[in-house]
């Protein structure tokens, strides 16, 4: 039992579950969105969980390459990825909302799906840290 809680609490394991996690809550959303009977919320929430998921795997991709870096220069695709981030993310609400092909409201709702991964990730740790004590 001390081995597996070790195992599982430790912050690499568990920074590797966060896009599991997060892919979890955006199917979870989408297909309540769906089973509530609108499909253009669950393709808005699903647009939102899309664009909050690639920020969050291309600033890990950045922070990952930077603390790693061998070499005093980071590779210029990585700091191009950082740098587009956010104006990628707000042209794309910007599109919704000037648009209004999709409600804002879920769009909004589907960014905030790292979130709604790294709270999962937390009840876990928390779970297995009172098991450990």
Do not use: C
């Amino acid at each position: 039992m001390g081995a597996e809680t070790l195992q599982t609490a430790d912050p690499a394991r568990a920074e590797a579950r966060l896009p599991q996690w997060m892919a979890a809550v955006a199917l979870a959303g989408t297909l309540a969105a769906l089973l509530s009977g609108s499909a253009r919320v669950a393709a808005a929430f699903a647009l939102g969980a899309a664009l909050a998921i690639l920020n969050y795997r291309w600033l890990h991709q950045a922070v990952v390459k930077a603390l790693g870096a061998a070499e005093p220069r980071v590779p210029k695709r990585v700091v191009l990825k950082f740098a587009a981030r956010y104006p990628l993310a707000f042209a794309g609400v910007y599109l919704v909302y000037r648009t209004g092909w999709l409600p804002l409201g879920a769009v909004m709702a589907g960014l905030f799906v790292p979130v709604g991964g790294v709270l999962v990730e937390a009840i876990i740790q928390v779970r297995y840290g009172l098991r450990a004590s």
